[in-house]
C-alpha cells in the first residue's frame, strides 16, 4: 500500500507568541470571510443552504482587525476562505490591508476559490500582494462538474486560471476525493494541472456538516489515488512544504508535485499549525470540535484590541490533541454539526 510517510525536517522560522498546550506553534489562519457562495457542492454545504443574517457576519475593518492581532501575534501566513472569498462586496480591500503586513512579520497572504470569479479579480488580487491561489476543482468533465458544484460552470473556472496565470499568479489545484465520481480521474487531473504548471493536492472527504451515510459512501482513501498514480508515474517523497498539512511527492515524469491530504486514513493533527475564524468571528482551534471561541464580542465592545488577543491566545492553548474523524461505521457519528461553508475552507 502508498502511504505517505515521509517527514521533511521542520523549517526555522521565529517561534510565534501563539502555541497551545501540547507545545504546538500556531503560524497559519485560515479566515473566512463569508459563508455565501455561488456554488452548492455536494461535500460542503446543503444544496439549500441558509445562511447567516448580515449583521452576525464581520465588517472587513473587523476581518482586518483580526488579521492583524493574528500577525502580532506570530501568525505567518494567512488564507482568506468561504464559502466564495471572492463573492464577499469589496474584499480586495480587505486583501490590499492586509498585505500592509507582508515582510512585516506576514510571510504570505493567499486565499482559496472555487474559481469562478477569478476572471473577474486575478489582476487586483496580484496588484493587492497575493502571489498565490488554491482553486478548488474537483473533475475536468464538465457534467460532472456540474453533478458536484450543483450550480457551478466548469467553462468559467477554467477562464478564471487562464486569468490568473496572466496576472502572474501561481495556481495550485485541490480535488477531493470522491467515491464514485471522479476517483478515476486522478490521472487525468495531475496529467493537466502539471502540464500547465500546476501542483495539485488530493484531498479526503471530511465528516462536516451533520454528515451521515453520504459522506461514509463518498469516503475515498487516499492509498487507493497514490496506489493509482503510482501505477502511472514515479513518485519520489518531496521536502516541499506549503505550511499547510499537505504531504508531497515528486512526479519524475512530469516533474510536478502532488500533495496528499488525508485527516482520516493518516491523522497529521500531530504537528497542526493552524487555526479558523468564521466569517461571524468564531475561532475554532480545531476543525473537528465544536469549542469554538466567539471573537466578535470582543471586537464589538471594545476599540482596543487587548479583549481580543486575549480571547485568541486563551482559546488557542485549549486546541484539542486531534480531531474526531474516524473511517468506518463511525465515521456519521464522529462530525461536527457545521458545514465546511460555516467554518471556512
Not at 517527514?7 to 497551545?20: G, K, N
Not at 502539471?194 to 462536516?208: A, N
Not at 482596543?304 to 490533541?321: C, F, H, P, Q
Given at each position: 500500500?502508498?502511504?505517505?510517510?515521509?517527514?521533511?525536517?521542520?523549517?526555522?522560522?521565529?517561534?510565534?507568541?501563539?502555541?497551545?498546550?501540547?507545545?504546538?506553534?500556531?503560524?497559519?489562519?485560515?479566515?473566512?470571510?463569508?459563508?455565501?457562495?455561488?456554488?452548492r457542492c455536494v461535500y460542503c454545504m446543503p444544496e439549500r443552504m441558509r445562511f447567516l443574517p448580515k449583521d452576525e457576519v464581520l465588517t472587513l475593518e473587523e476581518l482586518d482587525r483580526?488579521?492583524?492581532?493574528?500577525?502580532?501575534?506570530?501568525?505567518?501566513?494567512?488564507?482568506?476562505?468561504?464559502?466564495?472569498?471572492?463573492?464577499?462586496?469589496?474584499?480586495?480591500?480587505?486583501?490590499?490591508?492586509?498585505?500592509?503586513?507582508?515582510?512585516?512579520?506576514?510571510?504570505?497572504?493567499?486565499?482559496?476559490?472555487?474559481?469562478?470569479?477569478?476572471?473577474?479579480?486575478?489582476?487586483?488580487?496580484?496588484?493587492?500582494?497575493?502571489?498565490?491561489?488554491?482553486?478548488?476543482?474537483?473533475?475536468?468533465?464538465?457534467?460532472?462538474?456540474?453533478?458536484?458544484?450543483?450550480?457551478?460552470?466548469?467553462?468559467?473556472?477554467?477562464?478564471?486560471?487562464?486569468?490568473?496565470?496572466?496576472?502572474?499568479?501561481?495556481?495550485?489545484?485541490?480535488?477531493?476525493?470522491?467515491?464514485?465520481?471522479?476517483?478515476?480521474?486522478?490521472?487525468?487531473?495531475?496529467?493537466?494541472?502539471?502540464?500547465?504548471?500546476?501542483?495539485?493536492?488530493?484531498?479526503?472527504?471530511?465528516?462536516?456538516?451533520?454528515?451521515?451515510?453520504?459522506?461514509?459512501?463518498?469516503?475515498?482513501?487516499?492509498?487507493?489515488?497514490?496506489?493509482?498514480?503510482?501505477?502511472?508515474?514515479?513518485?519520489?517523497?518531496?521536502?516541499?512544504?506549503?505550511?499547510?498539512?499537505?504531504?508531497?511527492?515528486q512526479v519524475r515524469e512530469t516533474g510536478g508535485r502532488v500533495g496528499l491530504i488525508t485527516p482520516l486514513s493518516h491523522s497529521f493533527c500531530d504537528r497542526c499549525n493552524r487555526v479558523?475564524?468564521?466569517?461571524?468571528?468564531?475561532?475554532?482551534?480545531?476543525?473537528?470540535?465544536?469549542?469554538?471561541?466567539?471573537?466578535?464580542?470582543?471586537?464589538?465592545?471594545?476599540?482596543?484590541?487587548?479583549?481580543?488577543?486575549?480571547?485568541?491566545?486563551?482559546?488557542?492553548?485549549?486546541?484539542?490533541?486531534?480531531h474526531d474523524f474516524r473511517v468506518g461505521s463511525t465515521l456519521s457519528r464522529s462530525s461536527t454539526a457545521r458545514s465546511m461553508s460555516v467554518t471556512g475552507g
Amino acid at each position: 500500500m502508498f502511504l505517505p510517510g515521509f517527514e521533511p525536517p521542520p523549517a526555522r522560522a521565529p517561534a510565534p507568541r501563539l502555541a497551545d498546550r501540547l507545545g504546538r506553534a500556531i503560524s497559519y489562519l485560515r479566515l473566512s470571510v463569508t459563508d455565501r457562495c455561488d456554488c452548492r457542492c455536494v461535500y460542503c454545504m446543503p444544496e439549500r443552504m441558509r445562511f447567516l443574517p448580515k449583521d452576525e457576519v464581520l465588517t472587513l475593518e473587523e476581518l482586518d482587525r483580526v488579521g492583524s492581532a493574528f500577525v502580532r501575534l506570530g501568525v505567518r501566513k494567512i488564507r482568506l476562505t468561504g464559502g466564495e472569498p471572492l463573492v464577499r462586496r469589496d474584499v480586495t480591500g480587505l486583501i490590499r490591508s492586509l498585505s500592509r503586513h507582508l515582510g512585516a512579520g506576514l510571510d504570505e497572504l493567499t486565499l482559496t476559490t472555487n474559481g469562478s470569479q477569478l476572471a473577474r479579480f486575478a489582476r487586483e488580487l496580484a496588484d493587492c500582494g497575493v502571489q498565490r491561489v488554491n482553486v478548488s476543482l474537483d473533475t475536468l468533465d464538465p457534467a460532472t462538474f456540474r453533478s458536484i458544484s450543483r450550480f457551478g460552470d466548469l467553462s468559467r473556472v477554467m477562464a478564471g486560471l487562464d486569468a490568473a496565470d496572466a496576472a502572474g499568479l501561481a495556481v495550485k489545484i485541490n480535488t477531493v476525493a470522491l467515491k464514485g465520481v471522479n476517483e478515476t480521474e486522478a490521472c487525468r487531473l495531475v496529467a493537466w494541472a502539471h502540464s500547465r504548471g500546476y501542483d495539485l493536492t488530493f484531498i479526503e472527504v471530511m465528516p462536516l456538516g451533520g454528515a451521515g451515510r453520504e459522506r461514509l459512501d463518498q469516503h475515498v482513501p487516499l492509498s487507493e489515488v497514490a496506489d493509482a498514480l503510482a501505477a502511472r508515474w514515479t513518485l519520489t517523497p518531496s521536502a516541499h512544504r506549503s505550511g499547510g498539512p499537505a504531504r508531497y511527492y515528486q512526479v519524475r515524469e512530469t516533474g510536478g508535485r502532488v500533495g496528499l491530504i488525508t485527516p482520516l486514513s493518516h491523522s497529521f493533527c500531530d504537528r497542526c499549525n493552524r487555526v479558523r475564524v468564521t466569517c461571524a468571528g468564531k475561532l475554532y482551534p480545531c476543525l473537528g470540535h465544536d469549542d469554538g471561541v466567539d471573537l466578535r464580542a470582543a471586537l464589538r465592545e471594545s476599540a482596543d484590541d487587548g479583549r481580543l488577543v486575549e480571547a485568541i491566545e486563551s482559546a488557542t492553548a485549549g486546541k484539542a490533541k486531534g480531531h474526531d474523524f474516524r473511517v468506518g461505521s463511525t465515521l456519521s457519528r464522529s462530525s461536527t454539526a457545521r458545514s465546511m461553508s460555516v467554518t471556512g475552507g
